[in-house]
């Protein structure tokens, strides 16, 4: 079993950048593929980025393709989800979950994929 405590959130203008990082503990970090979702109010939950367990492996929703970067460092256990140019709608509760399973270039989008969930941390844009 993995532990994962996400960090980084906060208030930022439209056009600003946040870094997020999910750090995991419990377990061997890189035995987990790894993606960041978030929830917007009134939203279902939606897939953001993923990563696999190598850490070549990077798959991006459209909206966020050219603004977001996922990235791992499996030696400090951690996952980062760098966003850039960011715009209102990108307002919404952001979630690391990690996956057990597949390949070391494993990469999935689908939460149904997921078992451990972080508790979610608040990205807020403002115009």
């Known amino acids: 079993q993995v532990q994962l405590v996400e960090s980084g959130g906060g208030l930022v203008q439209a056009g600003g950048s946040l870094r997020l990082s999910c750090a995991a503990s419990?377990?061997?970090?890189?035995?987990?593929?790894s993606a960041w979702f978030r929830q917007a109010p009134g939203k279902e939950r939606a897939f953001v980025a993923a990563i696999a367990r190598s850490g070549d492996g990077t798959y991006y929703e459209d909206s966020v393709k050219g603004r977001f970067t996922i990235s791992r460092d499996n030696a400090k256990n951690t996952v980062y989800l760098q966003m850039n140019s960011l715009k209102p709608e990108d307002t919404a509760v952001y979630y690391c979950?990690?996956?057990?399973?597949?390949?070391?270039?494993?990469?999935?989008?689908?939460?149904?994929?997921?078992?451990?969930w972080g508790q979610g941390t608040q990205v807020t844009v403002s115009s």
């Open positions: 419990g377990r061997t970090f890189s035995n987990y593929y």
């Open positions: 979950a990690a996956g057990v399973g597949g390949t070391y270039y494993y990469i999935s989008y689908l939460s149904s994929e997921y078992t451990y």
